[in-house]
């Protein structure tokens, strides 16, 4: 987890404590962890991370995980009665056998994984905004769309706990208890799970034409899941230097891009705005180095701009009819995103643009058709030029005032003037060492998104 500053570096895997107990674990259960890092709670990004004791080129294995050592649903004590009981606890998270499995292990103290899981005594460690007052939560995060996505998480999650969980290990008092294993406890390990757990990705497989077409429509469910010790112990940044390699025996995690002695070893969590890192990982990359950071522009305020100044019942007709269209055509697409160099929606907002700015005839003779045939010039790789930095200016009049009007809406917001006060502590250095954690990830989050739209807003001023 990326932060600012760094502590000292002191190497504590031979003093007794919770980390010398999981690394000796480790070496029981057959993990090889190379001679040329090691693992740390000091001179670190986070709490725990990985560090280079000689320099490390590009290629080289860090260490290597035996399947046998994961945690997850077929691996923990109580893997058979999940098993067999799985009907029961299917639910739109995929999540709840691994739950189950943490929620006994955890708290088990016979566990095969309890020197693992004795690394998080408690999780005050976890720092997710599901874990901050409501009103913190709004205030600080206002506009960035996370306060939404918690209040969603969370009502997920109690859901879950009461229709799925509670049900199933009041069956099981042997195993699990009501008292201990509580919708606090539940959400923590969901926290933990977001924050920690690794999905392995799907298997490539070559089929024919036909297959393709069959996998298009009826697309595979992720693998669920799992966690991985030693990986999740590795702290993330955009411009990461390692990366985990599946394979049928094992887990590996290899140096992609040379590592000098000193240097903190960082995993990907893959392509995350810092919206999302906060979100689901309770942390932030410092602005402005994250390079996928993201601003979302929901598809209600270009509809919102689009009925501003409607001065007859025809235009108001015509543009629901339009709107309705669109929702059949772009479903479930709740927003537009733009990332630093574009849309990164550039269909769907190409499709939404086109539409809205058809006249009455063209409208009319588009419903017809229903539809329109791409043409040579309509291809994906044009239509990504046209939305990208570079093209944006070059749009046409009509459509660069529906993006710039759905940007400024969307700035405003995050609530008048926090653009300026934001701006300026950005620059100020001594300002920022005097906020909180949770202000400062906030604050990047904030000025990430704003930076954004405010391009997005100079590219299409008429």
Not at 283 to 305: C, G, R
Request: proline residues 4%; contains cysteine.
């Amino acid at each position: 987890m990326a932060t600012e500053a760094k502590r000292a570096k002191v190497d504590l895997s031979s003093d007794g404590t919770p980390l010398h107990n999981f690394l000796q674990w480790c070496h029981r259960v057959g993990l090889v962890l190379s001679s040329k890092v090691y693992v740390s709670k000091e001179g670190t990004a986070a709490e725990y991370g990985m560090l280079a004791k000689d320099n490390i080129e590009e290629g080289e294995v860090l260490f290597t995980i035996p399947r046998s050592a994961l945690l997850h649903q077929g691996t923990t004590k109580v893997s058979a009665l999940l098993e067999r009981e799985k009907a029961s606890l299917e639910s739109p998270s995929g999540w709840v056998p691994l739950l189950l499995a943490l929620l006994y292990e955890y708290t088990s103290s016979q566990s095969h994984w309890r020197h693992y899981l004795s690394l998080w005594t408690d999780f005050r460690t976890l720092d997710h905004p599901m874990f901050w007052c409501k009103e913190e939560r709004d205030r600080l995060l206002r506009g960035t769309g996370i306060p939404e996505a918690v209040d969603t998480d969370l009502s997920n999650i109690g859901r879950e706990y009461t229709d799925v969980v509670l049900p199933f290990i009041s069956k099981h008092p042997d195993l699990w208890n009501p008292d201990t294993h509580t919708l606090e406890l539940y959400t923590q390990l969901v926290a933990f799970v977001m924050a920690y757990s690794f999905q392995e990705p799907q298997e490539e497989e070559v089929d024919d034409e036909e297959d393709e077409e069959e996998e298009e429509e009826e697309e595979k469910a992720a693998n669920p899941p799992m966690m991985v010790p030693m990986a999740d112990m590795l702290n993330h940044v955009s411009n990461h230097n390692a990366n985990l390699e599946f394979t049928p025996d094992s887990l590996k995690m290899v140096c992609v891009r040379p590592i000098h002695k000193g240097q903190e070893v960082f995993n990907t969590y893959g392509q995350m705005a810092n919206w999302q890192l906060l979100h689901m990982y309770g942390f932030t990359e410092p602005y402005p180095s994250n390079s996928n950071d993201t601003a979302d522009i929901p598809i209600t305020t270009l509809h919102k701009v689009v009925t501003q100044g409607i001065q007859s019942d025809l235009e108001q007709q015509l543009v629901e009819e339009k709107w309705e269209m669109l929702h059949e055509m772009i479903q479930e697409k709740g927003a537009f995103v733009f990332g630093k160099q574009g849309c990164l929606t550039d269909t769907e907002l190409h499709t939404v643009l086109k539409v809205l700015c058809m006249s009455m005839e063209e409208f009319s003779e588009f419903k017809d058709n229903e539809g329109w045939e791409e043409e040579e010039d309509e291809e994906d790789v044009r239509i990504s030029l046209s939305f990208s930095n570079e093209g944006l200016p070059t749009l046409k009049a009509s459509w660069k005032r529906l993006i710039h009007e759905a940007a400024r809406l969307t700035v405003s917001s995050y609530g008048v003037g926090e653009e300026d006060r934001d701006q300026a502590l950005i620059e100020d250095k001594a300002a920022r060492a005097a906020l909180s954690s949770r202000q400062l990830s906030a604050l990047q989050v904030r000025y990430g998104q704003k930076s954004i739209l405010y391009r997005l807003m100079e590219l299409t001023k008429s």
